[in-house]
């Protein structure tokens, strides 16, 4: 087990993105499952006052820190991370070693598309299985938005994903939803691996542009996000997550004085 460092009550694995790729490789050879999350500031204020938020983070395998004031928090108080581990990165890397190991993966999420032309989880997973050979695409679907909504539609998408029996499922349908349809799968696939990855599928099919890379490194990224869908965001991040932020920085800072 990885050493754990605690942020507001919530543990996160000090881990590097390659080592969550060897845990998650190491796991599957010995026949276990698991479940990544990966909080940002949005993620782990909500923990602090949602109990179902908390309970998606206490019954993750792995927690690593997406969100850089999570690190710069941590390093204030004298207990630092090592690094940033997005869910925008292991989509890449945990499917280029899985590749190596001959395993599969399923990709739930996505844009969905009009009859006759590929979805976004389907462009996204011909670009990933390019990327990495060896790996196995056992199955993919851009489920229609409000689908958990419909007990039929929720019904047909957890019933492919079971049947295909993937190693890893790659779940980008937004938070909270795609943790609670994590809660709900992985019952039904003990031995397979979830990833939580918000707009991943979207950034591999080519939906959605990324930060650059100057402003990921700068914590910034949630800038980019907002400058692209202001009326979504404005609220959450300027309301309530900005303010959260400065507060965790400053209680972390007087900790490691």
Not at 115 to 144: I, K, T
Request: aromatic content about 8%.
């Amino acid at each position: 087990m990885s050493e754990r460092i605690v942020l507001d009550g919530i543990a996160v694995d000090a881990v590097t993105e390659e080592q969550v790729v060897a845990a998650v490789r190491s796991a599957l050879d010995r026949g276990e499952g698991g479940r990544i999350v990966t909080p940002n500031v949005d993620i782990l204020r909500q923990a602090r006052v949602d109990p179902e938020v908390r309970a998606y983070l206490d019954d993750a395998t792995l927690v690593v820190a997406d969100g850089t004031p999570l690190v710069w928090a941590s390093r204030l108080a004298g207990t630092p991370l090592p690094a940033r581990v997005t869910g925008s990165d292991l989509i890449w890397s945990l499917s280029a070693g899985l590749g190596q190991d001959g395993r599969s993966v399923y990709l739930l999420g996505g844009e969905p598309a009009d009859p006759g032309w590929v979805d976004g989880a389907g462009r996204a997973a011909g670009r990933l299985a390019a990327a990495s050979p060896g790996l196995h695409v056992a199955g993919w679907r851009s489920p229609e938005y409000g689908f958990e909504q419909d007990e039929y539609a929720l019904y047909s998408v957890c019933r492919e994903v079971i049947e295909a029996k993937p190693d890893l499922v790659y779940v980008g349908v937004g938070f909270p939803k795609q943790e609670w349809l994590v809660s709900v799968l992985r019952a039904e696939l003990p031995f397979s691996w979830f990833l939580g990855c918000g707009a991943a599928i979207n950034f591999v099919a080519g939906d959605q542009e990324r930060a650059p890379e100057w402003m990921q490194r700068s914590g910034l990224e949630w800038a980019h996000r907002l400058s692209h869908e202001p009326r979504r965001l404005a609220g959450r991040y300027l309301r309530h997550d900005a303010p959260y932020a400065l507060r965790l920085l400053a209680l972390n800072a007087v900790r490691g004085r």
